[in-house]
């Protein structure tokens, strides 16, 4: 058994999406809703945070440190976390400062967390030097890697699959956003853990898919050897779509933002700009294109990340249409 605090509001609801399956014509559309996992506005990070704040514990941690984008949602989960378990907490933030306090960033300091600038060069020199401040300060820091994605974070949406199994068992596909690999490495592994029979698609938000593919097929190795279940993962097997990869990494376009009035006024269902607008954008054109068929079931993997919506420069970008 792998040591867990659980805090995640789980199992998160499976909805069915009947007005966005009439409007594009397309399979039978369904959601898990882990935008919902509770911790401060949740997302995908509350479930792989439960196993990591765990690991910290057990190893007498008491300093957070990790790192991100300027509006990156495992930081503002890590930080809310942190709080609620008596950590200190480091974000080593790569980027400029932004002039304005918007989304993420604005909860990352009303969560108390320590926020560190650097170009992403930079980033691991900073991490090091994290740690060394912690330990100066008389606390044992504990690093959490970006998108909380190793072998006890994946491990999380390993989990995961048996909890959608036993709310829905015959879907088709599972669509969502991959981007650090655990969760796509997760699932991997949970499917043949507990015996998913459809297939799983990352549409990847910032990496090329080869990067992407094998990234995620060594994770889901180590995550395997982790829970005990005998198998490699080739990089074959990761099936990974970056057609939607638009200006890159954070750039809300016209199919994002498509994507998200479609869920929003078919469904009352709010996507984010960078990471569930992308592949939701991605689904999108993939129905349109006749990639599924009529009778299929295919679920999205809301995985989070509404608060950067009321970030710069997209929520200008959205209230303009
Ligand atoms: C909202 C959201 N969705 C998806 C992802 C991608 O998950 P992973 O890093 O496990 O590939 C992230 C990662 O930051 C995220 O914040």
Same mark, same amino acid.
């Not at 040591?3 to 966005?20: C, G, K, S």
């Not at 020199?125 to 994290?130: D, M, R, T, Y």
């Not at 990761?238 to 929003?264: C, H, I, Q, R, T």
């Given at each position: 058994m792998l040591p867990r605090i659980r805090f995640a509001y789980l199992p998160t609801p499976v909805e069915p999406l009947p007005r966005l399956t009439t409007a594009l014509q397309g399979p039978q559309l369904w959601v898990k809703r882990?935008?919902?996992?509770?911790?401060?506005?949740?997302?995908?990070?509350t479930r792989k945070l439960e196993y990591l704040l765990a690991d910290a514990r057990k190893s007498g941690a008491e300093a957070l440190i990790t790192a991100g984008a300027v509006q990156s949602n495992h930081c503002r989960q890590t930080a809310a976390a942190a709080c609620r378990f008596g950590f200190t907490c480091t974000l080593v933030l790569a980027g400029e400062k932004p002039a304005h306090i918007s989304g993420n960033y604005f909860l990352d300091r009303f969560l108390g967390a320590e926020l560190v600038w650097v170009e992403k060069s930079q980033r691991e020199i900073a991490l090091k030097e994290a740690f060394k401040s912690a330990r100066e300060d008389g606390k044992q820091p504990y690093l959490i890697p970006y998108g909380g994605s190793n072998a006890i974070g994946a491990a999380a949406y390993s989990f995961a699959v048996q909890e959608l199994l036993d709310q829905?068992?015959?879907?088709?596909w599972i669509i969502f956003p991959s981007s650090s690999g655990g969760t796509q490495a997760g699932l991997l592994v949970g499917a043949e853990k507990y015996g998913f029979q459809g297939r799983i698609l990352g549409i990847s938000v910032d990496n090329s898919a080869a990067m992407l593919q094998s990234s995620v097929s060594a994770l889901a190795g180590e995550t395997a050897m982790l829970l005990g279940v005998k198998r490699e993962f080739s990089t074959e097997e990761v099936k990974v779509n970056d057609? $939607?990869?638009?200006? =890159? $990494?954070?750039?809300? =376009?016209d199919p994002e933002m498509e994507a998200l009035k479609l869920f929003a006024l078919y469904e009352g269902l709010i996507l984010d700009p960078v990471y569930t607008g992308r592949a939701a954008a991605g689904l999108i054109d993939l129905i349109r294109r006749g990639?599924?068929?009529?009778?299929q079931k295919v679920l999205f993997w809301?995985?989070?990340?509404?608060?950067?919506?009321?970030?710069d420069p997209y929520l200008d970008m959205l209230s303009a249409r």
């Amino acid at each position: 058994m792998l040591p867990r605090i659980r805090f995640a509001y789980l199992p998160t609801p499976v909805e069915p999406l009947p007005r966005l399956t009439t409007a594009l014509q397309g399979p039978q559309l369904w959601v898990k809703r882990d935008d919902q996992t509770g911790l401060a506005f949740g997302g995908n990070k509350t479930r792989k945070l439960e196993y990591l704040l765990a690991d910290a514990r057990k190893s007498g941690a008491e300093a957070l440190i990790t790192a991100g984008a300027v509006q990156s949602n495992h930081c503002r989960q890590t930080a809310a976390a942190a709080c609620r378990f008596g950590f200190t907490c480091t974000l080593v933030l790569a980027g400029e400062k932004p002039a304005h306090i918007s989304g993420n960033y604005f909860l990352d300091r009303f969560l108390g967390a320590e926020l560190v600038w650097v170009e992403k060069s930079q980033r691991e020199i900073a991490l090091k030097e994290a740690f060394k401040s912690a330990r100066e300060d008389g606390k044992q820091p504990y690093l959490i890697p970006y998108g909380g994605s190793n072998a006890i974070g994946a491990a999380a949406y390993s989990f995961a699959v048996q909890e959608l199994l036993d709310q829905k068992s015959d879907l088709d596909w599972i669509i969502f956003p991959s981007s650090s690999g655990g969760t796509q490495a997760g699932l991997l592994v949970g499917a043949e853990k507990y015996g998913f029979q459809g297939r799983i698609l990352g549409i990847s938000v910032d990496n090329s898919a080869a990067m992407l593919q094998s990234s995620v097929s060594a994770l889901a190795g180590e995550t395997a050897m982790l829970l005990g279940v005998k198998r490699e993962f080739s990089t074959e097997e990761v099936k990974v779509n970056d057609e $939607y990869l638009g200006a =890159g $990494y954070g750039e809300m =376009g016209d199919p994002e933002m498509e994507a998200l009035k479609l869920f929003a006024l078919y469904e009352g269902l709010i996507l984010d700009p960078v990471y569930t607008g992308r592949a939701a954008a991605g689904l999108i054109d993939l129905i349109r294109r006749g990639f599924f068929t009529a009778d299929q079931k295919v679920l999205f993997w809301h995985t989070g990340g509404t608060p950067a919506l009321f970030a710069d420069p997209y929520l200008d970008m959205l209230s303009a249409r």
